[in-house]
Structures are given as C-alpha cells and as structure tokens.
C-alpha cells in the first residue's frame, strides 16, 4: 500500500481524490498495489466542502504530512511560491518522492528540486505544471529522447485562447471576450499573468529546460500579452491568411535558445490554427521525429489531475518496486539565451496615417534606412483625412524594426503605431 | 554497456543505426551507459549499403544474435510474421529484453509475448508498431493510465491520407494521387494492404487492446478501403461541410466495443480534418482527460526510428538498473466485440436514378420500412435521364440501412448505388 499526503484540496486536489477513489481498483491493478491518501492539507479544516469522505483525513499542519513516516508520496497542489516551495524540500529531505503540478517552482527551481530528488533516491514528477492533461513532460524526457529538439510552439494558455478565439469567430473586442470567459469559468477573476502573457512563459521555460537539458531563467523570456490585440488586427490577419494566437515559441539556434511569448499570426491552414476555445496544443520538431503535435485541455479538474495521477502511479510503481526514477542530470547543458533585440521576424506593422501624398514613400525610407524590407503593403482608401496602412515586413532583425519604428516619430504624417504584431510562418 | 542485436536493416533498421551513432553521447548520458549494437542480422552480408559501418557487424545467422549470452536486447525490424515470431519468441525465452516495430505481431501475439517477457523477467516494448514517430503507445498504458478510455479515433495510415489529401485538394482520382504517392515513397509498390484498411486494422486493434486492456482478435475488425471513393463523393462532402478520411475508430460501449476501419464523413472543422498529407493523429477521448489529439509522421525512415530508440532506451535503463517492466497483466479484461449490423451511423447514400416522378416517393418507402429516417436530400436536377440523388440518413442501425439497401433492388427507377460512406460527428 502506498501512502500519500495531498498538499491542497482545490480544484485539481479534489479531482485528485475523486480520480483515486473511482479507479482505485484499476489502479492498484496498475500499480501492483494499492493507493491509500493518508492525510490531506487544507487552510480550514471545518470548511463544508461538495466531494464527501472521512473528514479524519483533514489536517491544517503540514508537519502532519511531511515530517509523517507512515507516507510515501507527497502531492503538492497548492500552487505559489511559498509555502509550496519549503514544502517539496522538506518531503524530499524526508525522502518522500513528490509529484507536482506546480509551473512557477519547477520554472524556477527545476534544477535543484531535481538535483535533490536524486540525492534523497526518490522521484519528482511534474507532468500536470505544463498544458494540464496533455502528456508532454513525459514524452519530452522519453518519447523524444531519441532526437535534438530545434523548435516548439505552444498554445500554452486557455484563457487567451478562448479570448482570441471569440474575438476571432464572434468579432467580439477583447473586454467582451474575458467576461464571457470568466463568466463560464475559463478566466479567473484576476486573469493578469494569462492575458500579460507571463503564465505561458513559466510552462515554455518548462518545455525548453527539458527539451534543450539547461537552464532557462524565466526573466531571460520576452514576454508580451494579448493586451493590445483589436477586432481589425483579427480581421486584417484574416485576410492575409492567418488567425492571431498567443504563441510560445522557443527556438534552438546557433546564436542561443531564442525563447519569447507573444501574439502572432499562424497560417490559417496549419495544425496549431485549428486548437480553439480553451485548448492547449504543443507543436515541436525534432530532428529524428520531424513535426509532432500533442493537443488536449490545458487545465480544468479533471484533465490536470488525470496527468497528476499518471505521475502518481509512475511514482508508486517505483516506491513499490524500489526503483526510484532514473534522470540522470538533465540540466546539464549550458545555452545563453537571444537577446530580443537579435531575433529575426517578419512583422505586420498597423499605422495610422494623414491621407497625404508621399507618405508612403516617407516611411519605406526610414524603412530602407534601417534595412527593413516591406513584403507587402495594404493602403485602404477611405474617405477620411487619417487612413490605416498595414504593412508586413519580410524577415528582419528586431532592433532594425524597433529603430525603424522610433525613425517613424519623424514623420508628421503618422499619428499613431497601433499595433505591431510578429509573423510566425511555423 | 547494454549490447543490442539487430534484426533487419532495411529503412527503419538503417534509422534505428544512424541515430544510435549520431546521439551516442546524449543516450549514454540518458541511460547511465553506452549503447552497442553487436550484430546485425541481414539476408545478404556481401550486399552494398548505403550506410557507413564496421561490416564483421552483420551476420545471416539468427543464432548468432538470439543465442549470443552477450547481447541483452534485441531489436525486431523485419517486419511480417515469420521468422519474426520464432525470432522474438527464442529472445523473450533466452532471457533477453525485445524492442520491435512489428504491428502485426504485436496485433496477433500481444497478449503471448507480453506473459513470456513478464515470465523471463524482460521487457517488451513497441511503440513504433502504432503511428511511427507518435508517441501513443506509452501515453495509453502511462500518461492515461487514470483515465477510462471511452473512444479512439485514428487516422493510422500515411499512404491513404496522402491520396485522399490530394483528391480533395487538387481533385484527382484515386489512381492518379496513388501513382503520386508511389513515386514520393509513400506508398509501396504493393499498397494492398494500406488501400484495403488492413493496416489500419492492426494498429487500432492494438490501440484498442491497451486503452481497454483486453485482448482484440483482428478478424473481429470490420474493414473497409478506399477502392471506392469518387472524386464525385469528396466534392459532396465538402458541400456538406466534411471531409472523406480512412478513419480508424474504436469505442467502448456498453454492447462490446465498437471497433471498424472505414472511410467516413468528418466535420471539417475538427482537428483531425487538418491532418494532411502523409501524416497520422490519434484522437480519444479518456474519462478524465476529456479529448486529446497526437499528431505527427506515422512512417518513415527516421520518425520510426525514433519511436525505436526511445524504447531501446527504456529497455537500456531497465537492464541497467535491473529493474525490467512492470506491465502486470495489460490484457486482463474480457470484452466481445459488437457486430457492424448492430453498430449505429448516420450514412451518405449517393444513388442514381433514372428522373421520373415519384421515385423519391418509392426510395422514401423503402427507407420508412426499415426505420431509416433522412436528415438530407440532394437532388441536382441535370439535363439528363438519369440523375444523381444524395441522401444522408439520422443515426440508423447498420442492419436497417443494409435492408434499406437490399430494398431498393425492388425500385426499378434505381440505376445505381453508388456509394455508402458512414458519416462520423466525432
């Protein structure tokens, strides 16, 4: 029998039990014995709560769990920096594997959590910190080991998503959108670090430190969220061919882990455009594999905890068996990151512009100077004194554009830069 | 160092060779030892390759392999029934860990070489026999393990995806996209089998085998090809808002399960609609995780190869660190499969019939007799005798569409029945 303490009972932490309890048979099939929960940590133990079980389970003292012999297996599901991040080091100093669902500590203390796991002789599973139900952890470290992996793109966040996808179907502005993702549970009532985008970059970390075995410190990721996207972004991409989607994107190259998240527009006929609403879906190249997609919901009760079970029975098969995970150092390597400033994209540029003659010409100077080049430009003539212009860049280095954009500052005739949004050809 | 014979070197063979040398140092760093490949068992020894190694490797001796006390794994690429049987049965019973790509054994003799590999204290490991380069077979017994896998559906073979791709694409006749796809390399010059379903059968059958955990006798798969699909059926379809792909599918009902390889209608806004070309995916749906879809290369040199080599890596660390599989028994369940003449569809229905008045009428009868109801009717008027009509049906059960069908031998004004393609909302 093994025995397990859970660290929170919130969504994921009650879907945990509900899984455990409705497969228990099968699992410990699985597993070649049984799973037992042992004691489960809450804020309020008097709480009236909707799942129904033996309340004796209940404790408000993590000592109760990490500093109990009698359990094998910690599952930490209360999220955050702190008290989360004492707790996984005292179970693991305690020799207690852990499984967690927890992006910000993994992103931020993959190496050493990792590290010690190793030394104690125990495991450390995170499948459920990245893209909720998808297996992707696993199958980075063991499907995938076989390859080089030179590029991902994730749809990495569900909030967004959904947003960008009623902006998109419904014409709706992003305001509307969020409130009818709140309204039906997508968005949290504080939806900051998906909307800024900052959510995705702890799971791209994630997926790069693994894919690339190094460190990825996430304050090296550039980071932009879907603040400023309007209905006439979504409808000139659309046009061109392409949906707008808040992209992670890490690329292996030459020059050091190129790493961001962004919007961008994807070709509209390519796999990833058609991950809609709240799904999540990574898209990867490896050199022996060449293009995979792994698609499913990114969060939720259930999907999260189906992969927080998964890593619960690997765990308690090597309890059982006495055969702790195997990792080897797989932070091994050292890769600098790219600077922004040195990323190449090709850019679609929205401007506002006085209808004049020689405007045109006036920025494709500024353009040239700055050894930007236009691939295509859409002028619509409306009978108004101020137009837009949209212009699409063909691949140039970032400073070249962000210099070519504060030379725009010369011109009388530009009242406004409304939006600049990267092109992904995938 | 884990020793590895090799038995076959043809296109998967020569992969499995090249990445073993290419990513020597990072599977070493992954295993905790090197990997050796120390024989190869070929037809030919004297014959030219393409590929560049110690030639006192290769032997035409299976015994040289199987019964060499030096080699701890075999890996099985030959592919077909025998000798690959005997091969993976003499290894198994040898005492050594068997990685192998062979669906069809896999699909015949699953539940017999996982008990002997559980009996000798060895592996057994197969993830290439299913989708190439997909990750499928370590999710279904791993990533979903805390999952009830409700239904699975596949698109599982690269050949007839490429030529349905191109017929809708670019509107060409079967025969015309298969010599196309002869002349790229993804179909073989005898795509009998890929054509008729039959591989797709393996596969699913096997797929079905892990995600129900019972065994699946392939003679119980109901099959159908492509042969029959028309240039005409695939202009229909889109009308309707579908696309035509060769859908594996599999569902756990409460009558046996619901397992049939088949064209079929899909939606064309689903994400199996974007899996093109020579590409696969996997779309299921598990109690937990809710829809998941796995999406990549199903064939190929290098995308089987590395579905091979990450599971000589398992089985590596597993005779490294003496601790081999722990499967239980994955085929423990009974459960019957249903019978197609049970199994409810919507169907299209594309007949010609001679245009006189009243014959709707008749087919309209008929259809009423035997509990079909029409969802839809296309009947194009043409400046001709004999018309086409399209009829889509509601959810019928097999059999009464079959009667239906016979029933219209009886309608004199009936020229032809075209065609009958299940239609599938997913």
Known sequence: MIKIG???????????????????????????TGLQIEKILVRDVSRQRDIDFDSGLLTDKAEDILDNPEIHLVVELIGGEEPAYQYILKALNNGKSVVTA???????????????????GVSLYFEASV????????????????????????????????????????GQDLETALKEA???????????????????AYKIAILSSLAYETVIDINDV????????????????????????????????ADGVDIRVHPAFIPENHPLASVSDAYNAIYLHGDSVGDVMLYGQGAGRLPTASAVVADIIQAGKEIYYGSPDINGDIYKNVHKVMDISQVENSFYLRLQVKDKPGVLAKIAEVLGKNQVSLASVIQKHRQNPVVPIVLVTHQVKEENLQKSIAGFKNIGEIVAVNNIIRVEEL
Request: aromatic share 6%; proline share 3%.
């Open 222 to 253: 550039h980071i932009e969220g879907i603040e400023n996207i309007e209905p006439e972004d979504i409808e000139i991409a659309r046009e061109l061919g392409y949906l707008i989607k808040l992209l992670a994107i890490s690329k292996f190259t």
């Open 131 to 170: 893209a909720g139900g998808i297996p992707i952890i696993r199958p980075l470290r063991e499907s995938f080991a076989a390859n080089k992996i030179e590029r991902i793109y994730g749809i990495l966040n569900g909030t967004t998503n959904y947003i960008l996808t009623k902006m998109t179907g419904e």
């Open 6 to 32: 859970l660290l929170g009972l919130g969504t994921v932490g009650s879907g945990v039990y509900s899984i455990l309890e409705k497969h228990s048979e099968n699992l410990k099939s699985k597993i070649g």
């Open 102 to 120: 927890n992006k910000l500590l993994i992103a931020k203390y993959g190496q050493e959590l990792m590290k010690l796991a190793a030394e104690k």
């Open 182 to 200: 709140q309204r039906l549970g997508y968005a949290e009532s504080d939806p900051g670090s998906d909307i800024s985008g900052a959510d995705a």
